[in-house]
């Protein structure tokens, strides 16, 4: 049976805004624009076919932080990541208001 999370330390470039991304072994997308890509199956496995990007859709807040839910623009498949410390704060907010303006 595959572990639950594999640890990748790996530096990208983001496929969306062009930004040199340092990766800690957590890091799941771009601190600047937030966008992501569908690598995984299982966080950390690579074993995704898909490879799509995925864009950020929701920001939610708990006692813990935000957490942010990717959408793959390709396959349509949905992932909640946490934010880290270094994302652009004032695009988590524009997720946000873009959301409950959606909800309005």
Do not use: Y
Request: charged fraction near 35%; charge should be positive.
């Amino acid at each position: 049976m595959a572990k639950r999370f594999q640890r990748r330390v790996e530096d990208f470039l983001c496929e969306r805004c062009g930004r040199a991304v340092a990766g800690d072994g957590f890091t799941n997308h771009c601190p600047a624009c937030l966008w992501s890509k569908h690598v995984d199956d299982r966080p950390g496995d690579r074993a995704a076919a898909c490879g799509g990007l995925m864009a950020p859709v929701a920001v939610e807040s708990t006692r813990d932080g935000q957490i942010l839910t990717h959408r793959c623009r390709r396959c349509g498949h949905e992932k909640r990541n946490r934010a880290a410390a270094d994302d652009d704060f004032a695009a988590l907010l524009a997720i946000a208001r873009a959301r409950a303006e959606r909800r309005d």
